[in-house]
């Protein structure tokens, strides 16, 4: 009897995932537990082994699609035997695999069953927009688009987001009156707009020598997540300096010692110790913003972004770092960036952060404006540690010119949680807590 292969749940709150890539094609033997696709989730790549040893009889999910866990993947069976015994074509997709074309990430609070049956306004007949992406109910719910308005070209008729986009393209080039009016949804206004204001779409560049480098999951799930991060909340950045010459001192005083435990004590996690004090000082920029109102949390989630080189960008989490001291975040630090460079993650460990730090200085960086990791309130950009000319004062209040390890703070934070004068005061006590360590 053919086996199913599943798509897992690879987290706790983890319910789907991008299949980056089948590790065996078509007709090919699988032993038990050989590895058999790779699924990604949050930017973590994960390898899903073979649940029984056999033939791949089919593959049902092409690579770069979306699929909720539970979902029917493939089949695996002896040779000769039939895929899917007893349940037509036809009616798997329905059956086993509500999945989305559009590799977007979706909001934590989507929900993910969305069956309605309607006649739309434009005369298409009755049809069962079955599952909805939550990509897809993101971009209707920002235009005050009814889903029963646009015709679906994906499987089944399910609406994709390439679906909507057309629709929405099609819609802002018709006439005024010629638009739908849905029933109770307000239409939005259209402005008028004069030939010197009319915007002009930016089309990419076409040399002959071009090339194109195919998106990976991992770039299109930044991609996402920064536009929509820009549009969610209005960012503000502010910078302030401060001198590391007793941070300096104290590591070059205990690196040898953490070292004879293992641990590389880096520059990474005083700064990591700095900001969870300050939040916990300064508790409203450990929040998130809700209509209800802002959700202060009283456990800090700190994440650690962290480069993967061309492969993109990734934000490994220290849970409660608040209870850590020095040797514990720094041990994390280098737990986290070490499994995160060998694509060892857990799809759970780049999950609930609730505060961000960015050390953009490793690469020489001054400073910069981080973008926001989405629903938190703020982030820490660390610049690189430069050893500079400064004004000094001694207790008698005579100035002095002296050299020492500076570097740049920047705090990019969402305006609607923090006003500037809160911000500067959190991004003060970082200063204070790193100047004075």
């Not at 699924?39 to 994960?46: A, S, Y």
């Not at 089944?156 to 393209?169: C, F, S």
């Not at 953490?258 to 920029?285: E, H, K, M, Q």
């Not at 926001?372 to 002095?400: E, H, T, W």
């Amino acid at each position: 009897m053919p086996k199913q292969v599943l798509m897992p749940q690879l987290g706790e709150s983890v319910i789907e995932g991008t299949l980056t890539k089948w590790l065996k094609a078509k007709g090919d033997h699988v032993d038990e537990y050989e590895p058999l696709l790779e699924i990604n989730t949050d930017k973590v790549d994960t390898e899903v082994p073979s649940p029984a040893a056999g033939i791949l009889l089919d593959i049902l999910i092409p690579e770069g699609t979306v699929v909720r866990a539970g979902s029917i993947l493939a089949w695996i069976g002896e040779l000769g035997e039939s895929a899917e015994p007893g349940i037509p074509a036809s009616l798997h997709a329905a059956q086993a695999g509500q999945f989305m074309s559009s590799a977007a990430p979706a909001p934590e609070n989507a929900l993910l069953n969305t069956s309605l049956v309607a006649e739309s306004s434009s005369g298409m007949q009755p049809s069962d927009l079955g599952f909805i992406s939550p990509v897809v109910r993101r971009i209707a719910q920002e235009n005050n688009l009814d889903l029963r308005q646009v015709p679906g070209s994906g499987l089944g008729g399910r609406i994709t987001k390439q679906d909507v986009l057309a629709y929405l393209e099609s819609r802002s080039m018709a006439p005024v009156s010629e638009q739908p009016v849905v029933q109770g949804v307000r239409k939005p206004e259209i402005p008028v707009l004069d030939a010197q204001s009319t915007p002009t779409p930016f089309l990419p560049i076409s040399l002959p020598d071009d090339e194109i480098v195919p998106l990976t999951a991992v770039r299109r799930m930044i991609a996402e997540h920064m536009v929509f991060s820009e549009r969610t909340s209005p960012h503000v950045t502010t910078v302030m300096e401060t001198d590391l010459s007793r941070v300096v001192t104290h590591r070059q005083a205990n690196k040898d010692a953490f070292a004879r435990d293992g641990i590389n004590l880096t520059f990474t996690a005083y700064f990591v110790a700095a900001a969870t004090s300050a939040l916990i000082t300064y508790p409203i920029v450990n929040s998130s913003w809700s209509e209800k109102g802002v959700i202060i949390h009283h456990t800090v989630n700190m994440g650690i972004a962290t480069s993967l080189g061309e492969a993109g960008l990734i934000v490994p989490v220290i849970r409660s770092a608040e209870s850590l001291s020095l040797l514990g975040l720094a041990r994390s630090v280098n737990d986290l960036a070490e499994r995160a460079r060998k694509r060892q993650l857990k799809p759970d460990e780049v999950k609930g952060g609730t505060f961000t730090i960015t050390n953009h200085g490793i690469t020489g960086s001054l400073f910069a404006a981080p973008i926001i990791n989405q629903p938190q309130c703020a982030i820490l950009g660390v610049g690189a540690i430069q050893k500079r000319v400064v004004v000094v004062s001694d207790a008698a209040g005579n100035d002095a010119l002296a050299i020492r390890p500076m570097v740049y703070l920047s705090l990019t934070f969402d305006h609607r949680i923090l006003d500037g004068a809160m911000a500067d005061m959190f991004l003060g006590e970082v200063v204070k807590s790193l100047a004075n360590w």
